[in-house]
């Protein structure tokens, strides 16, 4: 039988994923399939380990490449290709047309503006009906009262317990993980704090060191992607929005209804990372 024609289209790429795309091509399976996105895992050392091919309404996550035609239907566990500046799935063969920026800065942001921010970003939290996946769990505590006092004993211990806790392709101790270093590398970077930054680094090679070993695939180049401080287009809105570049409301609406838990895990880590950049920077000015 006659191989189907290949069919050529572009798209439009994270940078996250410019190493990998352009490296020499290597094998990859199809890891997971829905309508609005293909989830490849590449064999390789390099990060983003996997790639997310995506149509405009799924979720624009750090390691997607974002298509405009409808995605072929494939089977889990069909193989693929990724390099020499193509992704390759069944008959579709794609290549990056633009690209976009999965941690654009957000520029310096008064610390006034964020602590102001913080009173209405955790009413808007509470009052969801949407709730994190982990609420209550002792680690959780452990780790914001870790960032808050820059402890990295504390908070690296409270970190680890996290990873992999919880179901799904991207369990709630990841998510709120991943919101955590995005908020504590944005916000620190944009409020001039650099204890959070440094508590980022810290907690980022915590997270990531055997992060394949311990969470799903999907979730481990998500933490890969959060230690670099990218994100989902969701996620930055938010951040957006406490510096006061959008509305905090509207982007934290949207935030809070991706997936089961996934938008709230994200959201509760975007919180602890918030109060800690304030708390730190407090400590900063008493030490001065």
């Known amino acids: 039988m006659r191989a189907p024609a290949r069919t050529h289209a572009t798209g439009a790429a994270s940078t996250a994923l410019r190493r990998t795309l352009e490296s020499s091509r290597r094998p990859a399976r199809v890891l997971a399939a829905f309508p609005s996105g293909v989830y490849l895992e590449v064999r390789s050392d390099l990060e983003p380990h996997v790639i997310a091919v995506v149509t405009g309404e799924a979720t624009r996550l750090p390691n997607a490449m974002v298509v405009g035609d409808p995605i072929p239907r494939v089977s889990v566990g069909a193989d693929a290709s990724v390099g020499d500046g193509a992704i390759e799935i069944g008959s579709l063969s794609l290549r990056a047309h633009r690209w976009w920026d999965p941690a654009p800065p957000l520029g310096p942001v008064d610390p006034v503006r964020l602590a102001q921010a913080l009173p209405v970003m955790t009413e808007l939290c509470d009052r969801s009906p949407k709730r994190p996946g982990l609420e209550g769990n002792g680690a959780a505590g452990l780790l914001a009262e870790g960032c808050s006092e820059a402890s990295l004993l504390r908070g690296i211990m409270a970190a680890e317990q996290l990873v992999g806790l919880g179901p799904g392709l991207t369990p709630s101790g990841d998510d709120m993980l991943a919101g955590l270093l995005v908020a504590l590398r944005h916000l620190g970077t944009a409020a001039g704090v650099g204890r959070a930054v440094w508590l980022a680094d810290w907690l ?32 930055l809105a938010v951040l957006r929005g406490l510096a006061g570049r ?43």
């Open 204 to 235: 980022a090679a915590a997270v990531t060191f055997d992060a394949r070993g311990r969470t799903t695939p999907i979730s481990a180049t998500l933490l890969h992607c959060a230690a670099r401080g990218e994100a989902s287009g969701e996620v």
């Open 246 to 288: 959008q509305s905090l409301e509207s982007a934290l609406h949207r935030l809070l209804q991706l997936g089961h838990t996934s938008g709230a895990d994200l959201a509760w880590g975007l919180r602890i990372g918030l109060s800690s950049v304030l708390d730190l920077r407090e400590g900063d000015r008493r030490d001065r």
